[in-house]
């Protein structure tokens, strides 16, 4: 069975003015679409159609640069939209407290993503995780994904490749990463947290 680009959580103005209905548009309808249509055709008559989007990115990791590449920016792409929310969202008290105890605040913990996120060299992603009973930011370089690797359940992610932001902020990737702070979904990385590393991209 094929894998399909999965739905916006919210309206493609949800995020303005931090991503625009016209960034969402591209961003999700082409960039996400086609990574979806490329990991597809990839798998289509192999030992991988069938296999969760998850399995296919571990079995490619190694392998198959190509189809690792699609099927990762594929699965970091949906967990990315998950990652946002339209209206404003509170940790739990797990994830407030772990918060806390790790970066001082929740403002600081935003700080520090926003730096990790700027100085982050070309094309990536920035990560909120837990690893080992404690919150890490990680970085993951072009298309490589948190979601095969054992030992670290990834809770939020922004995206760094200038697709995400250029169209709305142009270069300015602290801008962008300032804007898009505010629109985290606390919810989602509580969620993360509470369940452990179990979040799908859904089938």
């Known amino acids: 069975m094929a894998f399909e680009l999965i739905d916006l959580p919210y309206d493609d103005k949800a995020l303005e003015p931090a991503i625009s209905a016209r960034t969402l548009s ?21 030992d991988h159609s069938g296999k969760s989007l998850e399995q296919v990115i571990s079995a490619a990791r190694g392998s198959d640069q190509g189809l690792f590449n699609n099927s990762a920016q594929s699965w970091n792409h949906g967990f990315y939209w998950h990652s946002l929310a339209a209206e404003e969202t509170a940790a739990s008290d797990e994830l407030k407290s772990m918060i806390d105890r790790d970066f001082g605040s929740v403002d600081d913990l935003k700080g520090k993503l926003k730096e990790r996120g700027a100085g982050h060299f070309a094309s990536g992603w920035v990560w909120l995780a837990e690893k080992g009973g404690k919150l890490t930011i990680e970085e ?32 300015a990737r602290p801008e962008y990463l300032e804007a898009v702070n505010g629109k985290l979904n606390w919810s989602f990385a509580s969620e993360n947290l509470a369940r452990g590393k179990t979040w799908t991209y859904p089938s």
Request: proline share 2%; charged share 25%; aromatic share 10%.
């Open 26 to 46: 591209f961003h999700h309808g082409k960039h996400h679409k086609a990574y979806i249509d490329k990991t597809n055709a990839a798998i289509e008559g192999t």
């Open 140 to 171: 993951t370089h072009d298309g490589d994904t948190l979601a095969d690797q054992d030992g670290v359940n990834p809770l939020l992610v922004i995206d760094l490749w200038e697709h995400a932001y250029y169209l709305d902020h142009q270069n």
